[in-house]
């Protein structure tokens, strides 16, 4: 009988669509099945680092945390910690590391064992080593050796009372030495059956670890030359819910990603000008009407709002989440949006209606049997006409109001949609030192008090069972990263007010660990709201007579909380400030970058 496991992971559609996409962009083949595992770099800048987000079997903050202290060096290191991150082996792991650096000399029971365990410095990993101390120590087959293993992880006392006396002593029956008559002592033999008995409860085999490893190292090593094609292989695979260390990583890779675009943006996530555009099918209750959009759009390109709406005449569901999800933003503010949405939909409630109200009139007057009743059929239908007429005149010359783009509220709605910010983040104007990402990477004291800028998310308030008072977790991030802050009732009850979502602040926590020593962080105080700090963007135009042609274009970025524009006109040599501030994603425009002298950040 062969048994045989089969595994469905998503990792390997995520490299098949890295592959992929590296050969198109590059004409490079990645061809893992005749590349040698022991790249220097992934191993010092991914597995070193911890930096394996989205790298298989290392995603864990407890796995990051082991890979830090561990460093793993090459393939056989990988192999190792996937065997040894469970429960049983993963006593040992300390000893491990400090073998590994030299901190510590393994000493073995028996000389035999130096073979055997040397490779995994000292420590038993691999159902394959109990077997090989089983047959080198006490002479068993390796067939006999397998049934013991298994007797061990099912924990058949009768049979391993058995198996322990053949062990220490042997079984003449079946030709088994045993350790005693192979200069090995009664106690020392009785100590290895009892670690082996103990770390068969959870034993990993070698073959399965070392699998588990290559695909680990596949993707490693794919985030570390290619980020960009891997981390948008991995959101097409990934809940834009639980995508949230993908964008993190993203934004440390300083890699841009493009809020969804109605006439960009295809099914899934795809790489834009060096960038990685959202993908339709992503966005929450759109999947089954995206394929429908880009059908739409091939033909041409939707022009504006009012195009959009009468070619596709969207339902509720499918209009809102596309405009949280910013897909309309190169037509003008959501707000903005929003309305001319409402105004097409009742105004073409009103025209439909006209139309019905004429045919009903025209099919009157063919009743109408003497001259006088049609000439007045026919001044009802004449008015009706003119009437529907003003309406579709009305509705074919529709300004929908300007408003500007509230940034801060267009990311919440963001936020609560995707799980994710897409189109900017609350932190984009702050300017600090004490940011979250900045303070994770220094290593702080039990106790140390802290200073951390952030914005707050995912606050959750609730009554403890025992005292009956309430505290809350939040999630607090910049765009990097993100820690989990938790405050208790008494300092609760001095900030609750302040405390809630999207609110961009400073605070003080003190800092502790928990048992897999992952650094935690308690509110004890509420210092300010952060303030921002304005970046100031340059437009550089020919002449000061060239601003009308673009002036509607630049106010469609009007932004409360953006920064400040200047233009320079070239002619006449002078600096202009506007009155209003501007969202950053103007220096996306495509229209604007084409016919601008310069436009960007100074």
């Known amino acids: 009988l062969l048994k045989m496991d089969f595994l469905g992971l998503r990792n390997l559609n995520v490299l098949t669509d890295t592959i992929r996409m ?73 000893s491990v590391i400090e073998t590994k650096h030299g901190r510590k000399k393994v000493s073995y029971a028996t000389p035999a064992l130096k073979e055997i365990l040397e490779p995994t410095y000292g420590a038993i990993v691999y159902q394959e080593q109990v077997q090989q101390i089983f047959q080198k120590l006490a002479g068993y087959s390796l067939g006999q050796a397998d049934l013991v293993r298994r007797a061990m992880s099912k924990k058949k006392e009768k049979v391993l009372e058995k198996e322990r006396a053949a062990f220490v002593y042997g079984d003449i029956e079946r030709k088994i030495t045993g350790c005693k008559n192979n200069e090995i002592s009664e106690n020392i033999a009785n100590q290895l059956f009892d670690e082996m008995m103990e770390f068969a409860k959870y034993a990993f085999n070698k073959s399965h ?90 033909i041409s390109k939707f022009v504006s709002f009012r195009d959009f709406f009468l070619r596709v005449r969207p339902g509720k569901s ?43 009139a025209e ?54 949609l995707l799980g994710v910010f897409v189109s900017g983040h609350p932190m984009d104007h702050i300017e600090t030192n004490c940011a979250v990402s900045k303070v994770l990477v220094r290593n702080y004291q039990k106790g140390y008090r802290v200073k951390i800028t952030g914005v707050i998310l995912n606050k959750n308030a609730f009554i403890t069972r025992k005292k009956q008072q309430e505290m809350c977790f939040f999630d607090f991030e910049d765009q990097e990263k993100r820690i989990n802050v938790v405050c208790f009732s008494q300092n609760y009850e001095k900030y609750k007010d302040q405390i809630h979502d999207f609110h961009v602040m400073t ?96």
């Open 22 to 94: 590296v050969y198109e962009r590059t004409g490079k083949i990645l061809d893992f099945d005749h590349m040698e595992m022991n790249d220097k770099q992934v191993f010092d800048q991914i597995f070193a680092k911890g930096d394996t987000n989205s790298v298989f079997q290392f995603e864990s903050d407890g796995m990051k945390d082991m890979l830090r202290r561990f460093k793993p060096s090459s393939f056989e290191d990988l192999a190792i910690l996937v065997a040894m991150y469970r429960p049983g082996p993963m006593q040992y792991i300390d």
């Open 209 to 298: 670890a070392c699998a588990y490893a290559k695909v680990a190292y596949m993707t490693a090593y794919c985030k570390c030359y290619y980020p960009l094609e891997y981390l948008t292989a991995t959101l097409n695979y990934t809940d834009i819910k639980k995508a949230q260390p993908i964008f993190e990583d993203l934004s440390r890779y300083k890699i841009k990603v493009l809020a969804p675009d109605i006439n960009l943006s295809q099914l899934d996530f795809v790489i834009h000008d060096e960038k990685v555009l959202f993908g339709l099918t992503h966005i929450p209750n759109v999947g089954v009407d995206a394929e429908k959009l880009i059908q739409i759009r091939k």
């Open 318 to 360: 499918l209009f809102n989440n596309l405009l949280n999800a910013g897909a309309f933003q190169k037509f003008g503010s959501r707000q903005t949006i929003a309305e001319a949405k409402d105004y097409y939909t009742e105004q073409l409630k009103v025209l439909e209606k006209q139309k019905n109200e004429i045919e009903k």
């Open 507 to 602: 605070i003080v926590c003190r800092v502790g660990y928990d048992e897999d020593k992952t650094m935690q962080f308690y509110l004890e105080e509420v210092l300010e709201e952060a303030k921002g700090s304005h970046t100031q963007l340059l437009i550089e135009i020919p002449e000061a007579s060239a601003w009308m042609q673009y002036a509607d274009k630049i106010r469609a970025y009007r932004n409360k909380q953006g920064c400040k524009l200047l233009v320079y006109c070239k002619k006449e040599n002078f600096i202009n400030t506007c009155d209003f501030t501007v969202s950053a994603n103007i220096l996306e425009d495509e229209l604007l970058q084409t016919h601008m002298e310069r436009i960007g950040k100074i």
């Open 363 to 416: 099919k009157d007057f063919l009743n109408k049997k003497t001259e006088a009743l049609k000439k007045r059929a026919m001044e009802k239908i004449k008015n009706l006409k003119e009437i529907h007429q003003i309406a579709e005149d009305e509705f074919e010359h529709y300004t929908p109001p300007f408003y500007e783009s509230d940034h801060l509220k267009d990311l919440a709605d963001e936020y609560e």
